[in-house]
């Protein structure tokens, strides 16, 4: 069971950096944060471990989360998907839909067709 | 793309549909220049369309006596302050506490409100708190960050002078400015708009004239004649006057479309040949404006009766429409772009404006006289509307000034009225200068103006009496 959630963990830690990467490059490093920060805070009541969930300069991380995984959060893969939903709905107002279709895609092609 | 419908006369005309969604808009202007309305006028009515705003003021007090203002306006709502709209103040914040903890505070309000508009009243107060132009300048990043990423299109108002607006850091990060002034203008103190800048959309650009009233702003887009060639249909129609010796010299009437100046002295009776055109019109089931700037509905009304034309049953109907304006009150800017929007409006074939040389005289800006006349004659060709410009000739005896300002180009046709000297006595003739299109009488005739209208005599025999 830990082991599963960890790799699911991982594997929406690459598409969040991939995601972070995509926008950072549209809306730079500073609006990108604003933007993880907004869609954190917009889920932290429904999800309180969303708020584990790190950024900065250097990027985004999901470490916190894979080192309190023993706490046993519930609907964590429903978490992610949720945020990343949030987050690309926003950035496709913010950018327009075309280029928000672009991250999309290119995060597809990174995750193997999940989205 | 998704925009914020001002709601204000005329502006989202202009800005082709309405601010872009999310934009930081800069208003700029001098104490007075109406500013602080403009925002207030968008924000209520962008309320009434179930948007909240937060208005961060940055002197506590000006927010009372702001709303107490604000209480003389149509637009103004007080069920909606609290709910809709949200006053707080910034000012302290950053005073007390610093930029940083300013930008905490705005964030903390943002997510509380979840407001669609920020507006900051006033940014340049903001901007002398900063010790200097490196923390401002960052502060002002961040927070046009903050704003875009939480979709709020925000509107920083600034006493900004013409001269700042293309120094200063803020108007690096606006997407939009709007810069408003006012100045002395013939009897008028006239208010004016100018779109500096809008990005991602087109927009009018230009001198606006806007007017604050009960209702709060009215804009009135800058007119100018469009400057790709105008095609339009030519049509091969006539329009008569109902006086068959004039339509006979015409070739028939006056080309359907077609723009005729009628230059002549004072009392040679301009007026009376342009609303004898609109009635004939009337009679054959055409619809007539004529716009003066002379007489009044009730004086046209009047000599129209005179003459033996009863025009009462044609205003009854609305098939005739005379709008006065009184050269008082003639406010061109304002009143060529309602022609202009009544043009548009009603299904008008015949119009008439009289006179010209009134419009002329309430311009300060001989260019902009000429623009507005191109403009409005531009689409009464469009429309096809046959039209008659009446122009008053200062000298009697002379028929070679056709009009002031070279406005004469822009008729198709040209018919002058002057007098003539005869002995010891006057005698009116008419003649046709041009008339395109169609093979004219070049004759000079005499005309009167009797119980029973406008009668065209014989020619002028004696061409020795034209000095």
Redesign the interface.
């Known amino acids: 069971m830990g082991e599963v959630t960890k790799d699911v963990i991982v594997r929406y830690e690459t598409l969040l950096k991939e995601m972070w990467s995509e926008s950072a490059k549209y809306?730079?490093i500073?609006?990108t944060n604003?933007?993880v920060e907004?869609v954190i805070?917009e889920l932290s009541q429904e999800y309180p471990a969303i708020q584990l969930l790190k950024y900065g300069p250097e990027g985004i991380s999901c470490t916190q989360i894979l080192t309190s995984v023993e706490k046993g959060f519930n609907d964590l893969e429903e978490m992610f998907m949720k945020f990343i939903t949030r987050y690309v709905s926003?950035l496709a107002?913010?950018l327009g839909h075309e280029r928000a279709e672009e991250i999309r895609k290119k995060i597809i092609t990174e995750f193997g067709g999940a989205f | 793309m998704?925009r914020l419908v001002t709601g204000i006369k005329n502006l989202d005309h202009i800005l082709e549909g309405g601010i872009p969604?999310?934009s930081i808009n800069i208003v700029s202007g001098a104490p007075g220049s109406g500013k602080t309305i403009f925002v207030q006028n968008i924000i209520f009515n962008c309320a009434r369309q179930g948007m909240k705003t937060l208005y961060l003021t940055t002197i506590s007090e000006s927010q009372f006596k702001m709303v107490r203002n604000l209480e003389n306006f149509r637009f103004f709502q007080d069920e909606l302050l609290g709910d809709k709209i949200v006053y707080d103040d910034l000012g302290m914040i950053l005073r007390t506490q610093g930029a940083s903890q300013a930008l905490q505070y705005l964030g903390d309000l943002i997510?509380k409100y979840l407001p669609n508009i920020v507006v900051i009243d006033s940014i340049k107060v903001i901007r002398d708190l900063f010790p200097d132009e490196k923390n401002f300048r960052m502060f002002l990043?961040?927070l046009a960050?903050?704003l875009?990423?939480?979709?709020i299109t925000s509107f920083l108002i600034g006493e900004y002078e013409e001269q700042e607006l293309t120094r200063l850091s803020e108007f690096a990060i606006a997407d939009g400015i709007f810069h408003l002034y006012g100045q002395e203008e013939k009897r008028f103190q006239k208010r004016y708009m100018r779109i500096l800048k809008m990005r991602g959309t087109s927009y009018q650009q230009g001198e606006h004239l806007f007017q604050i009233n009960s209702n709060g702003i009215e804009v009135y887009p800058r007119m100018k004649p469009e400057g790709e060639e105008l095609h339009y249909e030519i049509k091969h129609g006539r329009k008569k006057f109902g006086i068959p010796e004039l339509d006979e010299m015409l070739g028939g009437g006056l080309r359907e479309g077609t723009i005729t100046l009628v230059s002549g002295a004072t009392g040679s009776g301009k007026t009376l040949l342009a609303l004898k055109f609109l009635i004939e019109g009337a009679y054959r089931g055409e619809q007539g404006v004529f716009v003066s700037f002379e007489e009044s509905a009730g004086q046209l009304q009047s000599t129209a009766s005179q003459l033996g034309w009863d025009i009462s049953k044609f205003l009854h109907s609305g098939q005739l429409d005379i709008r006065f304006i009184s050269p008082v009150e003639l406010d061109v800017d304002k009143h060529a772009f309602e022609i202009m929007e009544m043009i548009k409006e009603k299904n008008v074939e015949r119009f008439v404006i009289d006179s010209i040389s009134s419009f002329e005289n309430s311009v300060s800006d001989l260019k902009k006289y000429k623009d507005y006349l191109w403009a409005i004659g531009q689409l009464l060709r469009k429309q096809h509307v046959t039209s008659i410009f009446t122009s008053l000739n200062e000298n009697p005896f002379s028929s070679l000034i056709v009009s002031k300002s070279q406005i004469s180009l822009i008729a198709d046709n040209i018919i002058f009225l002057r007098y003539v000297e005869d002995r010891a006595g006057i005698r009116k003739v008419l003649g046709i200068l041009k008339a395109r299109g169609s093979n004219h009488d070049k004759d000079l005739r005499e005309y009167e103006i009797t119980s029973s209208g406008i009668n065209i005599l014989g020619k002028l025999e004696k061409p020795d009496m034209l000095r």
């Open positions: 809306l730079g500073l609006s604003l933007l907004r805070w926003i107002k913010l | 998704v969604a999310y997510k990043f961040d960050a903050t875009s990423v939480w979709e």
